[in-house]
């Protein structure tokens, strides 16, 4: 008779277990909205913060400030402005479970989105470092650009999209996430291209 007391109390320990597993894969995948709260809000919020869309530290609330970076993420990529990350805003992001991404997880085989800026070596571009090289010590010239080392590795050779080979050779201030910025011979041609969303490859 305990013998099969005990099995009872396995198998019903096997079912919970399973439970709560299956409890949390839905979760994961949950429809995030102010108010909530959590480890998968702080991964939204570290995701927004590399894309450039800064909603403060991530401390797991869905606040104001995190509700304001997902409006303006979801109005400058196409998707409905609710304010909530369902499965079409969290699959833009990069959070969805097929298709996970980190602030530090960066494929070298496909290509990622990033905001790209412009800037040449005029002082008004190259505050305070007009007539200095990169950041490497490359002089300035066309296919150097600045990341943030913590996304991209400094030194690695890239193919951005609309503007052809480079290297990550910069940093800068502002370059913060997935935002890189891209040298141009002259301060026009820096005006020409401006900010664009562009696809780029870490070769």
Known sequence: ????????FIALFCCALLACNAGQAVA????????????????LQQTLNN????????DGIFGSKTYSAVIKFQRNNGISTTGTVGPQT??????SS???????????????SVIATAYCGCDKCNYPYGGLPAYNGQP???GVVAVDPSVIPMNSKLYIEGYGEGIAADQGNAIKGYHIDLFFPS?????????????????
């Open 1 to 8: 008779m305990s013998k099969r007391i005990t099995v009872f």
């Open 28 to 43: 994961a995948d949950s429809t995030l909205y102010w108010g909530s709260r959590g480890d998968n809000v702080i991964k």
């Open 51 to 58: 894309w450039g869309y800064w909603c403060g530290d991530a």
């Open 90 to 95: 969290r699959k833009a992001l990069g959070l």
């Open 98 to 112: 097929a298709t996970p991404v980190t602030g530090n997880s960066v494929s070298r085989s496909g290509g990622f």
């Open 140 to 142: 300035l010239q066309y």
């Open 187 to 203: 301060h026009q041609q820096a005006l020409s291209w401006g900010v664009k969303r562009v696809n780029v490859t870490i070769l």
